[in-house]
Structure formats: C-alpha cells, structure tokens
C-alpha cells in the first residue's frame, strides 16, 4: 500500500465520517485529518467539555457526547450523522477502554465493561451504520491495537477484546465485499494520548515508567503521536484504498515484531 501523504487535499469532499472516542487522542487527529480534507465529520465522545473543544477545532466537525457502551446510542449516533448531512460514508470505531487487570483481580464486571467498549459497541455501530454504508459502498476502520495480536501480561481482557475486533474486521470484510462495503482495522502501538493515566488509570509516575519500557522495546525507539495512526485510518478511506479489504495495518514502531 502506498504511504498516506502529508498533504491536506479535498479527497473526501463531500464525504460524512462518524469517528467514536473523537474528543482526543487518536480520533481528534483522525477527525482534523478528514476535515481538513472536505469531509463532514460527527465525532462522538462521554465528556461534554473534550467533545467541544475537539469539534471547534474545525468548521467541519460537529460532536455528539455518546457512550459506545449503551446500545441506544449508537443508533442515536448513526441517526444524528445521517440527519446533519443526509448520508454516511465511513465509521471509524475508535472508542477503546481497557485496564491493566491481572487474573487474579479480574471481576465479571471489569471485563463485561472492556467488552461493552471494544467489541460490543463497534459491533451495534456497524450494524446501524450498514444500509447508509451499502448506498454508497462505504467503509468501516476499526483502530485495534499491536496487543490484539501480540500477548501481553497483566493485560489480557483488553489484548484479548482487541483480538475479537481484528477477527470482526476480517469476517466483516468477508461478509460485507458483495455490498461493496470495506472492512479494515488499524493496530496502533503505544501512542500519546493520555490513555495509561485516564483509561488504565495510572499515575503520573506509573505511566512514565511504562513509556520507559515501551520506548525501549519498540524497533524505533519512540512511541506513537496520534497522527502517526491517524494518518493510516484516513487513507485507508480514500479512493487510493478502494481495492484493499478485510486488513489489519500495524502502526506501532515495529513493536509487533518483538
């Protein structure tokens, strides 16, 4: 696949995306990066004041404060794209939860939660997003995570989640090929944005320790900016992407090969 550009162009113009857990990280630089490229973007989110402060940062976005985790809101959300702009071209499950959660401390509760999240919700997002997505042969990109295919100690409910959404990615593209609807994930590594303190829940010297160790086990020495991944999620919804289905794109600094 030929690396995305740089450069802002107008290549979705016209286009309407829905990103979820667009209020940083990650789907705030996906969400700039669609923009910045003509498309109309709803980016949904649980906090009101990261919502809007992410969706001023361009005229093109709009926001939505939704939670992945209930099953009512993604109807609601599909609803709100389709009705702000009568169409809907790209969804982009990007909303993730997780914890560091050792066997021994593992609750029904904690990993019905991380599931809720990472695999339910992207799945009832899918399904109401599909017959918009049909009448314009559309397309779904799951941000998935080097854990969803690289184990992990202490960890395994989320990488365990993250494996369920690479194989959803894979059977969906299958599933959905004869409606023309594309089916792709994107395996982010370690990537700055906020996630070992606010979803892990580590302090501020738990978390540098473990992007410590992560730097020095990722290939390339660094971890990840949002817009590394984002970059990769974007193209993967332009016309340069049309023939590729049913993939999972590692963006991690090589940590995968470790």
Request: charged share 15%; net charge neutral.
């Amino acid at each position: 696949m030929t690396a995305p550009s740089t450069q802002s162009s107008a290549t979705l113009d016209g286009k309407v995306v829905v990103i979820t857990g667009g209020g940083s990280g990650i789907g705030r630089a996906a969400a700039l990066r669609f923009a910045a490229q003509g498309a109309q973007v709803l980016i949904t989110g649980r906090r009101v004041a990261a919502v809007e402060q992410a969706a001023a940062g361009h005229a093109n976005i709009a926001g939505l404060v939704a939670d992945v985790s209930v099953p009512g809101d993604a109807v609601r959300t599909i609803g709100r794209a389709v009705e702000l702009w009568g169409r809907l071209d790209v969804l982009v499950n990007n909303a993730g939860d997780g914890a560091l959660l050792p066997l021994t401390e593992a609750t029904a509760e904690r990993i019905e939660k991380i599931f809720a999240v990472n695999v339910v919700g992207p799945s009832l997002l899918a399904a109401a997003a599909l017959p918009h997505l049909v009448t314009v042969a559309g397309t779904i990109i799951n941000v998935a995570s080097t854990l969803g295919h690289k184990p992990g100690a202490g960890i395994s409910h989320y990488a365990a989640s993250k494996a369920a959404l690479e194989h959803l990615t894979r059977c969906w593209a299958l599933e959905l090929a004869p409606q023309r609807v594309r089916v792709n994930a994107v395996a982010a590594g370690p990537t700055a944005s906020g996630a070992l303190t606010g979803m892990m829940g580590l302090s501020a010297e738990q978390a540098a320790e473990v992007e410590a160790a992560e730097r020095e086990q990722i290939p390339l020495k660094r971890r990840g900016t949002p817009d590394d991944v984002a970059r990769w999620i974007v193209h993967l919804a332009e016309p340069d992407a049309a023939w590729v289905t049913g993939q999972v794109i590692a963006v991690d600094g090589g940590l995968g090969l470790t």
